[in-house]
């Protein structure tokens, strides 16, 4: 008697791409390519920036699944990339969810990596990497929250697996690298006072340019007594600042951020789509 077939359970995948090029004093495309569930949306501007919009059409990730961004800004250039909505990570019955990332900014240009929360539910399991090149005199501005689970429908990540892995360079300079993890236990784990204290939001912000020393105070200000602090490093010549926050909840981590953002964007508020 013939065994029945196997039919291996039906996995998103996306692949993406923009190249931003200057003509006529305004940030234009040079290059736009969009696979599978990985859509890309410009909407108009007026200032001579652009800002794109990512959007996953398959609602969401799960084990298996696997998206692969590539952004690529031209001297001069500034591009702002965001997302349509938050990325849901469901549970995952195998595999892992895979994201990866990849930017270079050129010469005297800026890109502002400002995707919406990644939502974690219970027993999702998401593998990400995110990995820059910045030119000589480009400026990098990067924000990545995560929240453990919906706390306004009652829902919380238990246990699952969430890794996230930073390269940045800047002129060939390795000047930002991090890896972190969470497994296994994650509720438990997230409890405890040197994790997050209970706290299921939390963001990671990161910005290299010119004027680095002299946002510091500022942004220390805007963050007054909430769980998290502002640095700022050199490596090899290079300036760097990096933000840790956490909070109760996503609304109240956005009551935090967006104040922070519009501060390294120059009073310029966060995209529109994070309102809508």
């Given amino acids: 008697m013939e065994k029945p077939a196997v039919i291996a359970p039906q996995r998103a995948w996306g692949k993406g791409r923009l190249v ?10 040079a290059e736009l390519y969009q696979e599978g569930c990985a859509k890309i949306r410009l909407p108009e501007s007026f200032d001579g920036k652009m800002e794109a919009v990512l959007i996953n059409s398959s609602g969401g990730l799960t ?107 800047k002129s060939g300079v390795l000047v930002h690298a991090e890896n972190m993890r969470l497994s296994g236990a994650v509720g438990c784990l997230t409890q405890t006072a040197p994790v997050l204290g209970g706290r299921v939001a939390f963001a990671t912000l990161f910005y290299t340019g010119p004027d680095c020393e002299m946002l510091v105070d500022r942004l220390r200000a805007c963050l007054g007594d909430t769980a998290g602090g502002v640095s700022h490093y050199q490596v090899s010549g ?5 933000a840790r926050l956490a909070a109760t909840d996503g609304f109240a981590l956005r009551k935090i951020l967006i104040p922070l953002i519009s501060h390294l964007r120059k009073g310029a508020s966060v995209p529109k789509v994070w309102t809508l």
């Fill in 238 to 242: 290079e300036d760097k600042l990096v």
């Fill in 20 to 29: 931003a090029k200057p003509f006529a004093g305004r940030t234009r495309i």
């Fill in 63 to 169: 084990g298996g699944d696997r998206m692969d961004w590539s952004f690529a800004a031209g001297a001069g250039t500034h591009l702002t990339l965001t997302t349509q909505a938050c990325e849901k990570i469901y549970k995952a019955s195998a595999d892992t969810a895979g994201v990866k990332t990849r930017i270079e900014v050129g010469p005297d240009a800026s890109v502002h990596w400002l995707p919406q929360e990644t939502i974690l539910f219970d027993r999702a399991s998401l593998t990400r990497r995110l990995d820059v090149d910045i030119a000589e005199g480009g400026a990098f501005l990067a924000v990545e929250a995560v929240l453990l689970g919906r706390t306004a429908m009652q829902e919380a990540m238990e246990t699952g697996l969430f890794q996230d892995c930073w390269r940045i360079r």
